[in-house]
């Protein structure tokens, strides 16, 4: 079982987003998914729940995380986790139990400044865990642009984590998938926000696999 957790004491970085897209899409490959909730807005949650068909198990906790991971190592080969905006036991656990923390952020000077408090978590999570890889996921962003290209740079400079390749752009296609409790994929094959989250699930998948060797 893989335990992947998208963290940022920031809200609005497309945190929920990328989770749900995240389960549903290895969900459609034939992997066996469970979504994670600790957010008590429960925006993960509530949006798969409007599926007629549920692909994945969703559960929304707040408490006893590591008793629920316990329980899911024999039934799921992904555990991807959901955390509130703000940092907490929940958090800090999640973070601790997880193969790969990620962590969204958008192209803006104000958005790299306040992931300070999530990067040093991580860090003290590392010295109990020290298989935890965490790389930075450009969320919400304008592709191919200077500001970008700068923005990264000033990112990985200043925190020393990688930046992953793939990166998540500011899509309709998105919004309008969530409305219906649907991956993009499901919503439209040929959006570029389909292809985004394919690259960013071959991406994963990848550097899971550096772990186990």
Known sequence: MK??????????????TVVINLALSLALAKRR???LDTDPQRSSFDTIKVRKHPLIHVIATYTNLYQILEKCKLLYEYVIIDTPPHIGEVVSTAILCSDIAIIPV????LDIRSTKTTVELI????????????????????????????????LQNRYNINILKSYISNRVA???SLIYGKAVSEFSKKDPATSEIASLVNEIES???EVDE
Do not use: M, W
């Open 174 to 176: 998105y919004k309008h």
């Open 106 to 109: 958008q192209d803006s000077p």
């Open 207 to 209: 550097l899971l696999h």
């Open 33 to 35: 998914v469970v979504l």
């Open 123 to 154: 860090r003290k999570a590392k010295r109990l865990n020290p298989k935890l890889k965490a790389y930075f996921l450009l969320s919400r962003i304008q592709p191919r642009t200077v500001l970008a290209k700068e923005l990264s740079e000033v």
């Open 3 to 16: 335990v992947i957790t998208l963290v940022n004491q920031k809200g609005g970085c497309g945190k929920s």
